[in-house]
């Protein structure tokens, strides 16, 4: 069993309601320990449904800064380094990812959690939905790839994973930066100057663990559908118009194999749609919760 270690203090007096409320407004980080593995840091802010941020890949649960003040004010909104990523000390492996969820639901006591991944995290959020829909309540999914269905060749959207895993074993990180920083997913055009910087800042910190091992087996397009159709959790399909052609077609494909699945475009975002075009994302996606996790009773009496 998975050991958790919060990294609060212990022995703390019980708070009253109001103090609750305002201590549930202040972002608390937590090592979740995976015994043999490492620990998971995980970050909890706010009250409500819990919503857990699934980040993509190079990047760490940074990317989600502009979505924790509007999310916390309606929901109990957890971000994470995934491992191989960030400050987690877990080393890379996609196929742990899915034990990951479920040891941060076991150490904060979750039944049920909404889940918004973006990019490689939308990858995890699909195989967690699918393979425990009972415990997924909401899906958002943002320039997500789908395992089965591969981009054609020279298409923008690949990763020149040999060159990077090349200048990695050089040591030529500068290289390695300015090669993804020039890339159609990284680069999200010139007037956004700052959501650049804080992308450079998060792929500088990229140890680049996963360029070392060979990816995990990829499943077959049925078995991709299939895997589509086992979802049940109410889901959202978001890119911004400006994504990568495969990648807007890959979202409308898992659309369109989820039952009852949203699909949203935002104009003129790219594939880091939620830093760049923060307004509307955030309202799409909130939107999108209150709706799918708060009962009517309590939206319509605005208790949510």
């Not at 760049?276 to 208790?303: K, Q």
Request: aromatic letters at 4%; proline letters at 5%; one cysteine or more.
């Amino acid at each position: 069993m998975d050991a958790v270690i919060p990294m609060s203090n212990a022995g703390e007096a019980p708070l009253d309601d109001a103090s609750a409320k305002r201590n549930a407004q202040q972002p608390r980080v937590h090592m979740v320990r995976r015994v043999g593995q490492g620990d998971l840091i995980v970050e909890s802010v706010g009250r409500g449904h819990p919503v857990i941020l699934i980040h993509g890949w190079g990047v760490d649960r940074r990317m989600w800064a502009c979505q924790v003040p509007a999310l916390k004010r309606h929901f109990r909104t957890i971000t994470y380094d995934r491992r191989g990523f960030g400050q987690s000390t877990c080393p890379a492996g996609l196929d742990q990812e899915l034990e990951d969820l479920d040891a941060i639901r076991d150490h904060f006591k979750l039944t049920q959690v909404a889940l918004v991944g973006m990019s490689q995290g939308g990858r995890v959020a699909l195989r967690y939905a699918s393979s425990r829909p009972g415990q997924v309540s909401a899906l958002v999914l943002q320039g997500s790839p789908l395992d089965g269905l591969e981009p054609p060749s020279g298409d923008a959207s690949i990763l020149p994973v040999a060159r990077l895993s090349e200048l990695l074993r050089s040591g030529d990180r500068a290289g390695l930066i300015k090669l993804l920083s020039e890339h159609a997913l990284i680069d999200q055009g010139s007037r956004y100057t700052q959501v650049r910087t804080e992308i450079l800042a998060m792929l500088r910190d990229y140890r680049g663990e996963d360029l070392r091992i060979a990816p995990d087996t990829s499943m077959s397009l049925s078995d991709a559908r299939q895997m589509l159709a086992r979802i049940t959790a109410p889901t959202m399909v978001i890119t911004g118009s400006r994504e990568t052609l495969w990648l807007r077609s890959v979202a409308d494909h898992i659309a369109r194999n989820i039952r009852g699945a949203r699909r949203r475009v935002i104009r003129g975002g790219r594939h880091f749609v939620n830093m760049t075009h923060v307004a509307d994302y955030n309202r799409c996606v909130v939107d999108f919760l209150m709706r799918t996790t708060t009962p009517w009773s309590e939206r319509a009496l605005g208790i949510a």
